[in-house]
């Protein structure tokens, strides 16, 4: 049933992307005009994603680690030349007017279910890893007819294979804990540059009503990621329950994935919520299923159709510490996987 659901829902995804131009001309709730007030705050964000934080399970999408760094509003001289940069490099209609900037490092690593045999599994996903850096724009602005909106725009350029260390990694972090060690990376991707662009853009307190000062919001979201790691369209939503709500936009995830935001500027010493959210995506390259684009190796057949679902809670704490864990059900990825995923994402986000 929650396979059906989250497919259903992602089969709009695609048509979501192009409908983002549109959207604005739908009547959306009024927000805040503090919660887009300069700040001369940078924020660290540490994301770690992993499966036994979920299901218990070892198995497909195993491990994520995701480092960032958001810029205060102002930027400095470097940080305006890497601006420069992207806007040089991309075209003018995907570039967001930013004003932060975000620094990325992150490693993906991904198994199939059985890590104890050193023998091809021809029907179960490939072993693969990716190492990245990247670097984001991010803008919080209104429209023409008042209505707040936040865009990030994303590049990650790394590479899959060996050179990512997901065997290295995987291995000695097993070994330490004295659990299963994965035998079966000799079947890895292949060495591989890695490029994505991802965007995405966010329509915060669509809808928000406050009783007695617990206040709740609903947060549509529509994007998508192009290049040879990923090429998809998503829409999303997000709908939160709590105190102090427009002090983010939800906790940020490693993609792809429902991601909030690595911005958070808490307006009390003490905020909290719950929340949950959908995400649909319509999926037109992964590699990590795929295979390599340019060399034969292991791969198995994808399903277009991949939805998420999550749930979680944030705290922040005296206006410079957020704290957020959210649970991910991920519907099947590739023909023939026996079991959806489910896996854990924990956030430590810190002003300074």
């Known amino acids: 049933m929650l396979e059906k659901i989250a497919m259903k829902i992602s089969r709009f995804a695609i048509i979501g992307v192009f409908l983002i131009p549109f959207l604005d001309s739908i009547a959306w709730a009024d927000h805040p005009e503090d919660a887009l007030e300069a700040d001369k705050r940078g924020i660290l964000n540490i994301q770690l994603e992993n499966d036994l934080w979920g299901n218990g399970e070892d198995r497909h999408y195993t491990h994520g680690t995701r480092i960032s760094y958001l810029s205060k509003e102002k930027l400095t001289d470097f940080e305006g030349s890497v601006k420069s940069k992207v806007h040089d490099f991309l075209p003018e209609f995907l570039i967001p007017d930013a004003n932060r900037l975000s620094f990325v490092l992150g ?13 091809l599994i021809e029907d179960d996903r490939p072993y693969a890893g990716w190492l990245y850096a ?3 724009l991010i803008s919080e602005k209104r429209s023409g007819h008042g209505r707040p909106f936040m865009d990030n725009l994303e590049i990650n350029v790394g590479v899959v294979g ?3 260390l997901g065997d290295e990694t995987q291995t000695t972090v097993h070994r330490l804990k004295g659990v299963q060690v ?3 990376w000799s079947h890895q991707l292949e060495n591989e540059p890695g490029f994505v662009l991802f965007f995405e853009r966010k329509w ?8 007695a000062g617990l206040e709740t919001d609903f947060t549509p979201s529509a994007g998508f990621a192009l290049g040879n790691v990923y090429t998809y369209g998503a829409l999303g939503a997000t709908v939160r329950v709590g105190w102090d709500l427009p002090s983010d936009y939800g906790p940020p995830r490693v993609r792809p994935g429902l991601s909030g935001s690595g911005f958070f500027k808490p307006s009390k010493k003490f905020g909290w919520y719950i929340f949950a959210g959908v ?5 037109g390259r992964n590699i990590f299923l795929d295979g390599n684009t340019f060399a034969d190796s292991h791969s198995v057949d994808k399903k277009t159709w991949v939805g998420d679902l999550q749930a979680g809670i944030v705290i922040t704490a005296f206006e410079h510490f957020r704290f957020g864990f959210t649970n991910i059900f991920r519907t099947k990825e590739f023909d023939g996987q026996g079991e959806t995923d489910e896996f854990g994402s924990i956030n430590m986000s810190i002003r300074w």
């Open 134 to 136: 990247g670097v984001g």
């Open 279 to 283: 995400e649909g995506r319509a999926m």
């Open 162 to 164: 060996p050179w990512a």
């Open 107 to 119: 490693q993906n690593m991904f198994t199939p279910e059985d890590i104890s045999t050193s023998d």
């Open 182 to 184: 994965p035998r079966g």
């Open 204 to 211: 915060p307190e669509t809808y928000k009503v406050s009783v």
